[in-house]
């Protein structure tokens, strides 16, 4: 079985950093993208940045680009997002989610962006708020 672990949310000043955590398990090998996927109040869900485990390709929103840095330890199975320059607009519950479909690596922009709904695995969110 899939599980999805995120961690790493909290309260954070406007301009400052957060780094989110994602840890997997359950995947029955090691090729599969991970990301995170965030939603606002009052907003759908949308997708912030995933990135491959076999070869390390990523994605990211035009939103967050330049702020957002995602990155994985294989060995630990366990993504991260870095969150720098944070803005009040930041504020969500993040939503690590993963997908193991073949030759997803070159896909990323389809099953990353949007609500996710072509991911199939999802952990908890973890509620991030910015004060301005």
């Known amino acids: 079985e899939v599980q999805l672990q995120a961690s790493g949310g909290g309260l954070v000043q406007a301009g400052g950093s957060l780094r989110l955590s994602c840890a997997a398990s359950g995947f029955p090998s090691d090729d599969y993208a991970i990301g995170w996927f965030r939603q606002a109040p009052g907003k759908d869900r949308e997708g912030v940045s995933c990135?491959?485990?076999?070869?390390?390709?990523?994605y990211y929103a035009d939103s967050v680009k330049g702020r957002v840095t995602i990155s994985s330890d294989n060995a630990r199975d366990t993504a991260y997002l870095q969150l720098d320059n944070v803005k009040p607009e930041d504020t969500a519950v993040y939503y690590c989610?993963?997908?193991?479909?073949?030759?997803?690596?070159?896909?990323?922009?389809?099953?990353?962006?949007?609500?996710?709904?072509?991911?199939?695995?999802w952990g908890k969110g973890t509620l991030v708020t910015v004060s301005s």
């Open positions: 989610a993963a997908e193991s479909a073949p030759n997803i690596h070159v896909g990323l922009p389809y099953y990353c962006s949007g609500s996710g709904r072509y991911m199939d695995y």
């Open positions: 990135i491959s485990t076999r070869d390390g390709r990523t």
